[in-house]
């Protein structure tokens, strides 16, 4: 396929709706556990020996973290909706934790980076062989963690620290406490926090993952899955064939990927305006 930027997935052999088999993973995670489970079963099945993950280090400050077990994994499981650079830490992964086989969890703009650095390793050496397995998640946005604070303080009202599990869906931000209370806002009024980096970002999917995954398109509790790579697909059916995901057709599930479609090609098409508006004043783009 050619490459074209306004191509609302990038290419991909195949998607699904899927979830994990794993109960703790289930508890944890932020939807299906697509990601915790795979690096589990790569773990476990020595297909991996270091995962890069986005650990929350109290009160959802993220921090990458090189995971050697599953329980590392699980810990850092769930979305923090902040910055969280996991590719910092990928040369350690290498250099002090002598990884082999690297799993890699991020956002768009960081599978991007991978790749990049894969084809051109400056900085990199002894790298990119390393890397066993690529995971994306869906992203339309981010914020700094100070704008993620006053989202959670000052609109919704709560305190950070009793703070469980955020989320994005329906057109909301939601929050949960640990005393049970649920509290949204319009994601509007998320809108002035966001990361201004985010404003050129025209890739929603993932699109340069092995296996790239989101809430969107599928029920509450379950993933929506892009399996792109040969690699990628090898490892998805093996999980699969080993019982660790349940799946079905993306055809079978509500909303299916009609609103994936419609929600990456809504990213791309603003951000690319937001592209376009910043040469004409001479300012610095992506591409
Ligand atoms: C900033 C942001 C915006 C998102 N926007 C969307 C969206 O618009 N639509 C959508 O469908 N999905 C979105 N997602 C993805 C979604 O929230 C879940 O991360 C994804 O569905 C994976 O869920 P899971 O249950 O498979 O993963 P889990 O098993 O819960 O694992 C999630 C993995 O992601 C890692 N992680 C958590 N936060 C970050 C971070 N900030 N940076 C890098 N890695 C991280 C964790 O360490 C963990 O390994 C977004 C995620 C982020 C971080
Ligand atoms: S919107 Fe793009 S640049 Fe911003 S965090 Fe998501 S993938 Fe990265």
């Not at 697509?34 to 297909?47: K, R």
């Not at 000052?154 to 005393?179: A, L, P, Q, S």
């Not at 993932?206 to 995954?213: K, P, Q, V, Y």
Request: hydrophobic share 40%; net charge positive.
């Amino acid at each position: 396929m050619r490459w074209n930027r306004m191509n609302p997935f990038g290419s991909y052999k195949k998607v699904v709706s899927a979830r994990s088999t794993l109960k703790e993973v289930l508890k944890k995670a932020q939807d299906g556990g697509i990601v915790s489970t795979a690096f589990i079963y790569g773990l476990e099945n020595n297909l991996l020996d270091g995962v890069i993950v986005a650990d929350n280090a109290g009160e959802f400050k993220a921090v990458p973290k090189v995971a050697t077990t599953p329980e590392e994994v699980l810990e850092a499981a769930g979305t923090k909706y902040t910055v969280c650079p996991n590719i910092s830490v990928l040369k350690s992964a290498v250099r002090e934790y002598g990884c082999e086989k690297i799993g890699v969890v991020g956002t768009p703009c960081q599978v991007r980076a991978v790749r990049k650095l894969m084809k051109y390793p400056v900085g990199f050496r002894h790298v990119p062989d390393k890397i066993a397995l690529i995971i994306g998640i869906f992203c339309m946005e981010n914020f700094p963690y100070y704008g993620l604070k006053l989202i959670v303080e000052e609109h919704c009202g709560v305190k950070m620290e009793d703070v469980v599990k955020m989320d994005i869906g329906k057109g909301k931000f939601w929050v949960y406490t640990r005393w049970g209370e649920t509290k949204a806002i319009k994601l509007k009024e998320t809108h002035p926090y966001e990361q201004i980096a985010c404003h050129v970002c025209t890739d929603y999917t993932a699109e340069l993952a092995d296996i790239s995954t989101g809430s969107v398109g599928s029920p509450d509790g379950w993933s929506t899955v892009f399996i792109r790579t040969a690699k990628g697909e090898e490892i998805f059916n093996k999980m699969v064939e080993d019982g660790y995901l349940e799946v079905k057709p993306i055809e079978e599930v509500k909303p299916g990927l009609g609103l994936v479609e419609k929600l990456a090609l809504q990213k791309k098409e603003k951000n690319m305006k937001e592209i376009e508006h910043r040469k004409e004043l001479g300012l610095p783009i992506p591409y």
